[in-house]
């Protein structure tokens, strides 16, 4: 088997089969690359490739973003930030039947505007809201559901990683990926919290009966104290599209502001900055092993000719644009079911990519179809790294089963979703294609 | 004649339609043509298998048959490559650096020794546009050149831009029309064509005619033990071919200049004269002194003066 | 006694990354800001960040094994009878092993490399690449080194919790 499909194919194979014996994801990634790229042209080839994928995917000014958004959203946490988003949230909606369910998307909205990972995002709400919502009598498997999906909003909405290694793969401008992000996020949050209030009404058992209304001064006070992640939020888009920094060190700078606000607040201890460190540091480990192992496997797919492969062959179809979305669509909503956001990303985008662009397609639209899909795929079982991320930091509260039996209703949501923006592409575009300077 | 079946997998750090590109697509081409589909170039464009910063290593140690390297991204590794593709105001014209790169290569025994050492045959040095500068304000004197943020690369650059006192700042390739459209930096120094693929027309209005000279824009290579592996037939075959891309080299790449300056006027950007271009040069160190007296430091000194003195002659 | 050398181990590398990540932080803000007042980055800042990254991912990696905070699908193997779960997770082991040793072992020959012909970033300020190298070699002979610890204790590779946080 020497010839590029049956090399892709069956290393293909090989991935998902370590992956279902419960090998980790990057190793099982790794390993079919390695192998591949072995058969392919021997051990320097291998090798040298392995190790030059490892160092320069590190030694990567680019990629900086990622563990300083990170330490950012671990010291949002950390320092009650994020807890005073989500009771104002809770101040404003908590009084409504379901109103946590509804607290949670908003104040994950929120904190998607100074978050860029979904990962951090469910994190942090699992921690925040499901306590309280379990307290109260909320439905396990959509309290969790709700938690996973929002948390993916941080990908959608500026800032956001996953745009940003869009951005790097693609060349294109990540700032104007960021804006074209902000309609479809709302969208998206919107069409969360009508659908969950239209379940709860249908099905009361989902939530318990109504809480009392918290006063006015209740209300406007919580909101009050949501200042210091709102003015986060606004240093860093202020920095970012004021020319003051440049969109790979929006995350050192929004670390950075967080420091400070928290510091001011006096708030900032030894052990809280020593305890966000490591942790940051050991996600970010976690985290750049699967990019290193989706980065070695989509080497071998590239120099296999497999990829070469599929772009002649895809552009031999003539497709139109639509109707190449809509496959591309539910290829990758396949494979998302199997594979973790960022390294389908990795894989696929540099051989999708000229396919898109051969076709007329504009690339940040489709940079925003991407990410949707990604979305999708951190919370479709078996890999959803939202759900992972949501039963771990659970600690024992949910089971994978639980969510799982509350996610299809979100995923079916975001499906539908992305197919009306590629019926109708100006709304996710109209913003960025009128946007003046 | 009959060519043995041959695959060689080249790794280009830029895209297929980049100027310096056109060359090593044109070569490979042309030889799978003239050997009837038996010798084959596979070629990945665009870091497809290897980014930039990977592409020695890989090339070097056989992971990868053939690539473009431009010398100096590895000057540790290439410090007698290096100067080719990084130093400004040193050399008359883009074709002239060719010549000059194929002279001290054929003549000088410490680049020939450095390209073995580090497993690399040299196919053919490619040619780049000269530098010249797009800012957001116009820039017309030396005087106007105080104070302005200016993207830096390299180990000359920011001698240049310190020299006339302006500030050297940093900026990936993919951020340069945010940096220039933000303010993040105030000009750019690129040849016209680079300006044009990057669209920073779209940001930047003011051209102009002030150069810093061209440079070698990368050496196509082959991993050494790959290249003697061949059959001398299809060694003979790819030198061959490699010699007419030179040819085929200056014409698209002097074709891209006029094109691009023609598009930028398009564009409304303004190309400005600039009449102090003497006096620029006589501020300026002489960059290959500059580069001697790093080697010097480095305990080359001796092998880098014939460098120097064979450069001087020639350009 | 050897488990808390090995424990302690980690634990320091993990929070030399942290601190990484706190520098890359900090020259970031420091950068701003000067450039804000003076109009003129911090030159290196960039450089310094490229190779404050590698210290960062790789130095984690340790705690990361350690913690059995990889990603990992866990339907069929907890469906597995014990014995399947023993085979997945020495077969994890192994390759693990084999990843990390491939790795190191080029890693400590590109750094001593890189040391050798004293390799430096080109750019405004010349910054040696050899301490991001030696950082990715050391972290991944640690990780190695963890593998065959574990395979040597018999260790399950598993733990009940698929993660543990983030
Ligand atoms: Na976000
Ligand atoms: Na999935």
Known sequence: MSDPLSIAAGFTLVMLVLMILGVPVAIALATAGIAGLYLIGGEMLALGQLYSVSYSITANYAFAVLPTFLFMGNLAMASGMATELYTAADRWLGHLRGGLYLATISGATGFAAISGSPLVNATVFTRLSLPEMLRLGYSRSLSGACIASAGTLAALIPPSIGMVVYGILTEQSIGKLMIAGIVPGIITALGYCIMVWAMVRFNPKLAPADRPKASRAERWGALGNTWSILLLFLFIMTGIYGGYFSPSAAGAAGAFGALVIIALRRRLTMSMLGMTLMRSAETTAMLFIIVIGGMIYSRMLVLSGFVTGVVDFTEALQLSPTMLLIILGMIYVVLGCFMEGLSLQLVTIPFVYPIIVAAGIDPIFFGILVIIIIEIGAITPPVGLNLFATVGASEGMLRIEDIVRGILPFVLLNVAILITFIMFPDIVMWIPNNMRY | QDYPETNIRFGHSVSQTSTSSLADDWAAKEIAKRSDGKVTFQMFWAGAAGSPAELFDLISTGALDAGALTPSWYAANLPFFAPLSSAPFSYPNSSAAIQIGNALLADIPALKEEADENKLHVMRFAQFNEYHMLCTQPLRTIEDFKGRKIRSQGDYFPIVLNTLGATPVTVLPGEFYESMQRGTIDCIILPYDFLVSNRLYEVAKYASEITFGPIVAHMSVMNLDKWNSLDPSVQKLITDVQKEAEAFDEEVTSAANDKSLATLKENGVEVLPFPEQDKLEEMMPDMLDVWSKMMADKGMGDEASSVVAKWKELR | ?166
């Not at chain 3, 020259?27 to 210290?55: H, K, S």
């Not at chain 3, 469906?79 to 092993?97: E, H, K, N, V």
């Open chain 3, 1 to 166: 006694m050897l488990r808390k050398l090995y424990v302690g181990i980690n634990r320091v590398t993990l929070f030399i990354g942290g601190l990484a990540i706190l520098a890359i932080t900090l020259l970031g803000g420091a950068d701003i800001i000067v450039t804000l007042i003076f109009q003129r980055p911090i030159a290196g800042v960039f450089e310094a960040t490229q190779t404050l990254m590698v210290v960062a991912v790789f130095l984690g990696l340790g705690m990361v094994h350690l913690n059995r905070s990889y990603i990992s699908v866990d339907i069929a193997y907890d469906a597995m009878p014990r014995f399947g779960q023993r085979l997945s997770d020495t077969l994890t082991l192994l390759l693990m092993l084999c990843f990390f040793t491939a790795l190191a072992w080029r890693g400590w020959g590109n750094a001593m490399q890189s040391w050798r012909v004293g390799e430096y970033t080109s750019g405004i300020v010349q910054f040696p690449v050899y301490p991001a190298k030696i950082a990715l070699a050391a972290g991944c002979t640690l990780a190695a080194v963890s593998c065959v610890v574990d395979l040597v204790a018999g260790a399950r590779f598993r733990k009940p919790a698929v993660i543990r946080e983030e």
